[in-house]
């Protein structure tokens, strides 16, 4: 069943690919690279997709899924721009052997180990390379770190209750109840906390805090 359904989205793909703007992304990629068909698609992408405007995203889980697959050297040098998730067996010789397979130094390869997971991210590209942090507000994490079938079955709810209202009452079901306010302040008269104060806006949600040089 899965070869017929990647062969259709493949197929509307490349229909789609007609000069404007795009980003193919494709998560858990290991499941296209383990068949040589779809392997063969996917360096046809990387090899073609710029002079069609457009950009090819990989994720996988396990560095070996693309270290030992037969497109390896295309997709390194396709690819120059790579984030790297902590990883606290990096230094295991045998997984410290992949991340040399990616070009990273030993140096590298222990910020990699030392980082704090579902915090720190390892960004490496030809511009240069920096360990980062999202410092997403506990607003912002509300919906960004809720991916469990329980949390999208819950907005689900809420959205068939409360419509377009639904992310104030997210909020308040994450113990947020002062941006609850805020956010429906935003959409007519404000309404204040219980204490009389609205929570101070950040200047932008959407930054990275440099932790290391």
């Known amino acids: 069943m899965l070869l017929p359904v990647l062969s259709y989205l493949f197929h509307r793909i490349d229909q789609r690919l007609d000069g404007r703007p795009a980003r193919i992304c494709a998560d858990e990629v290991w499941i296209m690279l383990a068949n040589a068909r779809f392997a063969a698609k996917f360096e046809e992408w990387l090899r073609t997709c710029r002079k ?53 130094s030993d140096a590298q390869i222990e910020v990699i180990a030392a980082a704090t997971p579902k915090e720190h991210y390892y960004y490496v590209s030809p511009l240069g390379r920096r ?52 956010l429906e302040g935003l959409r007519g008269p404000i309404t204040t906390s219980p204490a009389g104060d609205l929570p101070r806006q950040p200047k932008s949600e959407n930054y990275a805090e440099e932790i290391r040089p």
Request: with cysteine; charged share 25%.
């Open 52 to 104: 069609k405007n457009a950009a090819v995203v990989l994720a996988t889980q396990s560095l070996a899924d693309v270290a030992n697959c037969p497109i390896r050297d295309v997709i390194l040098e396709s690819c120059p721009t790579k984030l790297y998730l902590p990883n606290a067996e990096a230094r295991n010789p045998q997984t410290a052997e992949l991340y040399r397979k990616f070009g990273l």
């Open 131 to 182: 360990l980062f942090s999202l410092a997403l507000t506990p607003t912002a994490l509300a919906f960004v770190g809720a991916g469990s079938r329980e949390d999208i079955a819950a907005a689900r709810r809420l959205h068939a209750e409360y419509s377009e209202r639904w992310p104030a009452e997210w909020l308040r079901s994450r113990d947020l109840p002062d941006w609850a306010n805020y």
